[in-house]
């Protein structure tokens, strides 16, 4: 092959690496974890991971629902000052309180946390 064609290729695989090792970087622990714990953790075993929900309620019949609200205060830098992160979750379970769904949302924009 020729060597400015391997090259080529070497260099795509290597930014196509950097670039999946970044996405998982920039996941919150509770993301990582409720990817794994989706249909099989059951609903103590998250919270005792996650900690006590926001609320709690029984969704229908078939289920019930946690939330969860995490927030932290990211110092700012020379770009610009500090902001809050914030995320909320949306946990379902079903009548044997087993995860099976979740859903997250950025809150920060919502609530507009002011920078001190």
Known sequence: ???VILHK???VVFAACLLSI???LFQSRQTIY???AVNH???DEVIQHMGT???SSKANTEGS???YRFKEFQAGDLNGPGRWWCEDYQLRFDEEDILR???ERDCSRVYNFPAY
């Open 34 to 36: 409720l990817k794994k």
């Open 1 to 3: 092959m020729n060597k």
């Open 9 to 11: 290729m070497r260099v």
């Open 65 to 67: 629902l946690l939330l």
């Open 53 to 55: 929900p926001r609320e």
């Open 101 to 103: 769904q979740w859903s």
């Open 41 to 43: 953790a059951t609903k």
């Open 22 to 24: 970044g996405c998982v």
